[in-house]
């Protein structure tokens, strides 16, 4: 399964986040061992009232040149594992997802 799918509204893309790391990065897409692919993230702050998933949406606004307002957790608040939704034009989202695919 695609760690990513275009909608009529952007694209729709699985996180596997980990928080309390000692930076902000992009590992790529990994498989896991359920076979489901996602991109693998890396965030310093912590999983408490949404700080983890404010830095990761602030971490991929810049990586993919969008705003923040441009990206949503749609699933998954408090999981690893998160669903987001990036509006936009999913064509260019998708390529610039395909650099993502490089860790950083």
């Known amino acids: ?9 952007g694209i729709e893309l699985i996180v596997r986040l980990t928080p309390r790391a ?3 990065r992009i590992d ?3 498989t896991g061992s359920d076979g489901q692919s996602h991109l693998a993230a890396r965030v310093r702050a912590v999983p408490e009232r949404g ?6 949406i602030a971490l991929l606004a810049d990586r993919l040149d969008l705003r ?5 957790v749609i699933s998954g608040p408090t999981s690893r594992i998160k669903r987001l939704e ?3 034009n999913p064509d260019d989202i998708a390529a610039k997802l395909q650099v993502l695919a490089v860790p950083s």
């Open 68 to 72: 923040k307002d441009d990206i949503a």
């Open 51 to 56: 700080k983890a998933n404010v830095a990761l």
């Open 28 to 30: 790529g897409f990994e």
């Open 1 to 9: 399964m695609p760690a990513f799918r275009l909608t009529a509204r």
């Open 86 to 88: 990036i509006a936009g």
């Open 22 to 24: 000692a930076h902000d």
